[in-house]
């Protein structure tokens, strides 16, 4: 998973950095439809920076990506909106794309 984050100087040197998330809710329906999909499966083995990762906020679930900035505009995020939709159909055609929200929320990492 750490190919997914971008530490700069100031990061590496404090050895605290935050990220940006935008992903949705793990369902438990979205999980039964992702543990059958191969594509997931080569993803979570194999994963890149266009594929979808979870992480665990508050005590629950989350898959979405990590964003690249600490910035970001609201058409910026409809469009990471569109890409987490369009690669979830991707994942689990049947899942109904009408169930999911989107959330942002940062994360700090400490290392």
């Known amino acids: 998973?750490?190919?997914?984050?971008?530490?700069?100087?100031?990061?590496?040197?404090?050895?605290?950095?935050?990220?940006?998330?935008a992903g949705c809710l793990m369902t438990s329906?979205?999980?039964?439809q992702l543990n059958q999909s191969?594509?997931?499966?080569?993803?979570k083995i194999a994963?890149?920076?266009?594929?979808?990762?979870?992480?665990?906020?508050?005590e629950k679930d989350f898959i979405g990506l990590?964003?690249?900035?600490?910035?970001i505009q609201l058409e910026e995020?409809?469009?990471?909106?569109?890409?987490?939709?369009q690669v979830l159909k991707t994942y689990c055609p049947q899942f109904p794309s009408e169930k999911i929200k989107i959330l942002v929320f940062s994360?700090?990492?400490?290392s």
Do not use: C
Request: hydrophobic share 40%; aromatic share 12%.
């Open 47 to 58: 994963p890149s920076l266009q594929d979808l990762i979870e992480t665990h906020f508050q």
């Open 66 to 71: 990590f964003l690249q900035s600490d910035k």
């Open 77 to 85: 995020l409809r469009q990471i909106e569109k890409k987490i939709s």
């Open 107 to 110: 994360q700090v990492f400490i």
């Open 29 to 32: 329906e979205l999980r039964m």
């Open 1 to 21: 998973m750490l190919n997914h984050f971008y530490m700069n100087k100031q990061e590496l040197e404090t050895g605290i950095n935050f990220r940006l998330f």
């Open 38 to 43: 191969s594509l997931w499966k080569q993803a």
